[in-house]
């Protein structure tokens, strides 16, 4: 199992920005996925972006235009950076990876994201 360690969440006013990190512990080798999913109080965890270690990107509705999911293959990193923060995006964000013939994820455990209105 690969550890995820995530940083860079915490407190932001509505409009601002956050950049979120997650590192995992030893390379990952093969085709994968990783990226971040969300889940606020009372609500089912829900995929916000996700990128292939080939690059491609895919995002929730809510985040397109907003948020940028980027990664760092040498360094074992993705990233999700997050402008014009809104109140709805607060939850605790949770970092995953989804290795080559893995049919489970691997999780982070999970940074809090708090938007102020």
């Known amino acids: 199992q690969v550890q995820l360690v995530e940083s860079g969440g915490g407190l932001v006013q509505a409009g601002g920005s956050l950049r979120l990190s997650c590192a995992a512990s030893e390379r990952i080798f093969g085709f994968n996925v990783m990226g971040w999913f969300r889940q606020a109080p009372g609500t089912q965890r829900e995929l916000v972006a996700s990128?292939?270690?080939?690059?491609?990107?895919n995002y929730v509705d809510s985040a397109k235009g907003r948020f940028i999911i980027s990664r760092d293959n040498a360094k074992n990193t993705v990233y999700l950076q997050m402008n014009s923060l809104k109140p709805e995006d607060t939850a605790v964000y949770y970092c995953?990876?989804?290795?080559?013939?893995?049919?489970?994820?691997?999780w982070g455990q999970g940074t809090q994201v708090t938007v102020s209105s």
């Open positions: 990128i292939t270690s080939d690059g491609i990107t």
């Open positions: 995953y990876v989804r290795r080559q013939f893995a049919t489970i994820n691997d």
